[in-house]
């Protein structure tokens, strides 16, 4: 690891923590040549994710665009930006499980669902809208209904299903 005020190689690590709920490391350092301290995370490389789209394309899975649509979901409501990161690492986490190299783009924007429920009804509201593509006041409102009926579940219990659109749950 390069010293980023020396560039010097040659450093101890003083402190080492775990974060983002295990996903990675923290690590504190010391370089030897400058004694400039600095910190450095480690976390596990995934494979390169393909989501496929609904008209039949693919493009690479990004992470970007996962938080930049929950955040989009959570503007100007009581969410946490730490809440937002470690709802994307259980999505991230929950993809890399149990798909090999493609995902369908289906399961992604269902299991955001799930993480916006657990977060924030509004949110869940904005998000399910374009995703679901609503186009009429009449689709909210069943969503809404829909979503009223339904209990609520902690946020750290994760196993919660929402019924897909037909009204089956979904995996």
């Known amino acids: ?56 394309r693919r493009e690479p899975f990004s992470r ?3 938080i930049a649509g929950i955040q989009r979901a959570c503007q100007k409501r009581p969410v946490s930006a730490e809440e937002i990161a470690n709802a994307v ?18 399961s992604v924007g269902e299991r955001v669902m799930r993480e916006l429920h ?3 009804p509004v ?14 006041v009449t689709d909210f409102v069943e969503e809404a209904t ?9 946020k750290r219990q994760m196993s919660f299903e929402l019924p897909a659109e037909n009204g089956t749950p979904t995996p």
């Open 89 to 106: 690492e259980r999505i991230v986490g929950d993809l890399a499980a149990n798909h090999d190299r493609e995902v369908p783009a289906q």
């Open 123 to 136: 949110a869940y509201i904005r998000f399910a809208s374009i995703y679901r593509q609503f186009e009429e």
């Open 1 to 56: 690891m390069r010293c980023p005020k020396c560039t010097g190689q040659e450093d101890r690590v003083i402190d080492s923590r775990s974060s983002k709920e295990g996903a990675t490391i923290r690590r504190r350092r010391e370089c030897l040549a400058c004694s400039h301290r600095f910190t450095t995370y480690e976390e596990i490389e995934h494979e390169l994710l393909l989501i496929s789209k609904r008209d039949g």
């Open 146 to 154: 829909r979503l009223a009926a339904l209990p609520r579940p902690d």
């Open 64 to 66: 970007d665009k996962l």
């Open 118 to 120: 657990s977060l924030d």
